[in-house]
């Protein structure tokens, strides 16, 4: 069986040094489908005339920095596991945006080691993933975490909002771990107190309404037994709540929105943008039908995005 010709796990390559978490997630989620791995890199960001350019001899680097991290997967992944890669001449998030059109997934690095001024010169997470039109996993270079018995993948559930597809993913990433889904609803209250019959009543409400919304997605699901589904619904901020439930999980699987930044562009949804920075564990974005459907367009100058060739 030919593993290059199904739907790849595409891995954008920001730091071939600190490739190892990604690659670890990216290899488990590729032997999960039966598919392979590419490794994308754009080569530069946009200018002020709108033409994409990056530093001197931009091919030359960006080739040998793909390359190291060819040679780091393969070592990651073995041999089973097709190991592919591709150079964009243009800006990270127009390569993304181009290799996720017939990805499975994307698979992001949050720069955990970058220095503060580094980080802040490369394409923020959120940045780039609201640029893809499959789901996204955002993997903290930190991170090395497995699936150890018992683990929970958590989901954040916005109740109001009827998400089927959001538990769908969820339920498929908890089935391929054989781990618990842990569904979190967060609402938050500035004048909470917990002695107040309106704050018990609107309690109630959250977790009447949360209860609902998981009950009829689940119903679209045939039943599994293997699957063990527990609810939570918790007064707090959605972001400091779901952080908090990362730190016990080994994934968590939000929906991802996008908004219009000033002086910043397009970006994820405030709890998507957040926790893509703050998780303790990889964070799977899920485009929802709540989205305009496809992703955003990608800026004019960045559409002017040509591949430079396969270094592997």
């Given amino acids: ?28 989620e590729a ?21 994409p350019r990056a530093a001197a001899d931009p091919d030359h680097r960006a080739r040998e920095v793909l390359q190291r ?47 503060p001024c580094a980080r802040a010169g490369r394409p923020a997470c959120d940045e ?23 683990s929970l993948v958590t989901l954040g559930l916005d109740a109001p909002r009827r998400r089927p597809e959001l538990v769908r993913e969820a339920v498929a990433l908890a089935q391929a771990r054989r781990a618990v889904l842990r569904v979190v609803h967060a609402w938050w209250s500035p004048l909470f107190r917990s002695d107040l019959r309106v704050n018990s009543d609107r309690a109630d409400h959250w977790e009447a309404a949360a209860g609902e919304v998981l009950a009829a997605a689940l119903a679209t699901l045939p039943e599994d037994p293997r699957i063990s589904v527990e609810l939570q619904v918790v007064h707090g901020r959605p972001a400091e709540v779901l952080a908090a439930a ?60 040509r591949r430079a060739g396969q270094p592997a």
């Fill in 246 to 305: 990362s730190r016990s999980s080994c994934l968590l699987v939000v929906g991802r929105g996008w908004q219009e930044q000033p002086r910043v562009g397009l970006t994820a949804g405030p709890v998507a943008a957040t926790l893509a920075y703050d998780a303790s564990c990889p964070v799977v974005l899920v485009p929802t039908g709540l989205e305009v459907p496809g992703a955003p367009a990608a800026p004019a100058a960045a559409r002017r995005l």
């Fill in 1 to 28: 069986m030919d593993l290059s010709d199904r739907r790849p796990v595409v891995v954008d390559v920001a730091d071939p040094d600190h490739l190892d978490a990604a690659l670890r997630y990216a290899a488990a």
């Fill in 31 to 51: 032997a999960t489908h039966a598919c392979g791995i590419r490794l994308v890199r754009g080569t530069g960001t946009p200018t002020s005339d709108g033409i």
């Fill in 69 to 115: 991290a060819v040679e780091c997967a393969r070592l990651v992944v073995g041999e089973r596991t097709p190991v592919t890669s591709e150079l964009f001449h243009g800006p990270a998030a127009s390569a993304v945006s181009a290799t996720s059109r017939h990805a499975r997934l994307v698979v992001l690095q949050r720069g955990d080691y970058a220095a």
């Fill in 128 to 150: 780039l993933a609201v640029r893809s039109h499959a789901p996204v996993a955002v993997v903290p270079d930190l991170w090395t975490g497995g699936t150890p018995p018992g």
